[in-house]
């Protein structure tokens, strides 16, 4: 079982990023999947989940009306669409399946890099 992020990279103050999560090996659409950043020298925070089915969501409150987290159960992948980006949203980006009652998952993480 895997989940793969993408979407990273370098982006100007104000530009948008689309991160992607293509989860394997397990049953996607049992899972609320959340994405995680780290900055450097700073704990890893939640940054955005969403309900198994997609119905319900949260957010920080840092990234409230700038990012926007989906998922595609048919395609078994999450997606962290962020704009207005700024210079603290710099980190590395974890995706992460979790589950109560299961086994939970973390990918391998991607960097975002806000700078100009």
């Known amino acids: 079982a895997q989940l793969v992020e993408s979407g990273g990279g370098l982006v100007q103050p104000g530009g948008s990023l689309r991160l992607s999560c293509a989860a394997s090996?397990?049953?996607?659409?049992?899972?609320?999947m959340r994405w995680y950043r780290q900055a450097p020298g700073k704990e890893r925070e939640l940054v955005a989940g969403?309900?198994?089915?997609?119905?319900?969501?949260y957010y920080a409150d840092s990234v409230k009306g700038r990012f926007t987290i989906s998922r595609d159960n048919g395609q078994n992948t999450v997606y962290l669409q962020m704009n207005s980006l700024k210079a603290d949203d710099t980190g590395v980006y974890y995706c992460?399946?979790?589950?109560?009652?299961?086994?939970?998952?973390w990918g391998q993480g991607t960097q975002v890099t806000v700078s100009s």
């Open positions: 992460n399946a979790f589950h109560w009652d299961l086994k939970n998952y």
């Open positions: 090996g397990f049953t996607f659409s049992n899972y609320n």
């Open positions: 969403i309900s198994s089915p997609g119905d319900n969501t």
